[in-house]
């Protein structure tokens, strides 16, 4: 399934996935830090959703409360419920 998130309270204003069967795929960040999230997305590829919501929700950046990697989570966790509540 194709996702799109609109991220909140930080630097990124775009995430783009794929979630099939659980695995993470074709990940791109529009906006932010490009190395950075560059570099997570490329990391992403073809994990569990699962283990990058461990791995990243809470990740906070600076003084924020959230970052790119902990709105990828809420983004992963969004895309999850969504497919939930189709398959219902």
Known sequence: M?????????????????LTDGIVREVQFYG???????????????????????RLQGIQCGGKPTSCPDQFAKALLAAKQKIKEENS
């Not at 932010?32 to 461990?54: H, K, S, T, V």
């Open 2 to 18: 194709k996702c799109s998130y609109r991220p909140q309270g930080v630097c990124s204003q775009q995430i783009t996935f794929d």
């Open 32 to 54: 932010g830090c490009p190395g950075n999230l560059q570099g997570i997305a490329r990391l992403a590829e073809g994990m569990p959703a699962d283990e990058l919501i461990a």
